[in-house]
Every structure is written in C-alpha cells, then in structure tokens.
C-alpha cells in the first residue's frame, strides 16, 4: 500500500489549496480514508474523513471552509482548503486504515502567512 500526497505550500491568509493524495496496493472505492494534519509541537489531529460513498465527515476547525472528496476510478483523494487562516499551518497526511493497519502518505506541508 502507497499513499501519495501533493499539492502543499505557502500561502497567504484567504488564500486557497488543493492537496491530492493517489493510493496504490488497496481496493480504494470500498475504503474509507482520511485526512490528518500536524503542526509543530503539537498532536497530529483529524481533518476530514471521507467514507467509500464519498460522504465526508470534519473537524470543526475546518468546517465550512474545507471540502474533501475522492475519486474512486483515479484512487486519488482531494482536500480542498479555502479561506486558509495561519492556524491551518501543518504537514498534511493522507491515511488509511487497510486491514487493522495504518497507512500514511509522506505528508506536505501547507503554510499560511498571515
């Protein structure tokens, strides 16, 4: 199983991202999966969960501003991310839980400048 995550940078405050995330190794379209951040000293933390269906579940820090969806065909995943503030500063994750284990993607880092 591979995760590849893309997609971050720097960006100003309002300002908008897209990351993506291609998964290898799995039966994607039948697997919920996940998006996580972490910033520096602190736990990494749930951002968006999108289940097989494409109903996507958020932390309320995000909600209303992120958007998360996936396209089973290209097994890829998005995190859409609008009105970005300098507290959504963190390296992002993909990940999926694929037979009681868990899966990361490297991470990329998505910073906004204030």
């Known amino acids: 199983v591979q995760l590849q995550a893309s997609g971050g940078g720097l960006v100003q405050t309002g300002g908008s991202l897209r990351l993506s995330c291609k998964a290898t190794?799995?039966?994607?379209?039948?697997?919920?999966v996940d998006w996580y951040r972490q910033a520096p000293g602190d736990q990494r933390e749930l951002v968006a969960t999108?289940?097989?269906?494409?109903?996507?579940n958020y932390a309320d820090s995000v909600r209303g501003r992120f958007t998360a969806s996936r396209d089973n065909v290209r097994r890829t995943m998005y995190l859409q991310m609008n009105s970005l503030k300098p507290e959504d500063t963190a390296v992002y994750y993909c990940?999926?839980?694929?037979?009681?284990?868990?899966?990361w993607g490297k991470g990329t880092q998505v910073t906004v400048s204030s």
């Open positions: 999108i289940a097989s269906d494409g109903l996507a």
């Open positions: 190794g799995i039966n994607f379209s039948i697997k919920a």
């Open positions: 990940h999926v839980d694929f037979r009681g284990r868990d899966y």
